[in-house]
């Protein structure tokens, strides 16, 4: 069973719409006993990172998704998800974040070149930085859908894949059995898919 956790941020029912899509059973709760019980957990988001985070305190659920990560259970963060596994965010203010792996969120605006839009939204090619089982299916070329205006920074050692946006953006994290994807697989396709099917398939090591 995966658990997508809903504490009032993300894109819910195109996550387990996509999960569905690929023959895998998902749950969408905010219990933390579902979560702790499940044998992948998927932290989404979309919006501010300081009112997802604060959310996320408010239902005690920050707890939860560290108690699921320190059990060794496969963690994927999507989009905001993945910045909130980072250890703070500079996104109107300073806000911590879950510290599930080093790194900060910072605004794109710092460097990317002035005549590119903000928010970076579209498709764009990943490149991997290093192996990692989520991206068993990816080959060169491969697109995946992007919507954000925060990156995250200082996560070099962390860093999966990147996408070409003016700068390298960090694309994809991940830590010992914590991933977290910028981008939205479950709106990038059969690419996207893919990548969902094998966190489903990922044991964490």
């Not at 957990?41 to 604060?54: Q, S, T």
């Not at 560290?66 to 963690?75: C, I, L, M």
């Amino acid at each position: 069973m995966i658990a997508i956790i809903d504490y009032g941020v993300g894109n819910l029912f195109s996550l387990s719409h996509s999960l569905k899509a690929i023959g895998e059973e998902a749950v969408v709760t905010g219990d933390a006993e579902a979560i702790l019980a499940a044998d992948h957990v998927i932290l989404p988001g979309v919006g501010a990172f300081g009112d997802a985070a604060k959310k996320l305190r408010q239902n005690g659920l920050d707890a939860v998704v560290k108690e699921a990560a320190g059990r060794g259970t496969p963690v994927m963060g999507i989009c905001l998800g993945m910045q909130l596994l980072l250890d703070r965010s500079f996104e109107f203010g300073e806000h911590a974040g879950l510290g599930l792996i080093p790194g900060e969120v910072r605004p794109i605006s710092e460097v990317i070149p002035q005549d590119l839009k903000i928010p970076h939204i579209g498709w764009n090619p990943l490149n991997l930085a290093r192996p990692h089982p989520i991206f068993k299916g990816v080959k060169p070329g491969d697109c995946v859908y992007f919507v954000h205006s925060y990156y995250g920074a200082k996560c070099d050692d962390s860093v999966l894949a990147t996408a070409e946006y003016g700068a390298p953006l960090t694309a994809a994290v991940g830590r010992g059995n914590v991933c977290g994807c910028q981008f939205h697989p479950e709106k990038s396709g059969d690419v996207g898919l893919g990548i969902l099917k094998a966190f489903t398939e990922w044991n964490g090591q």
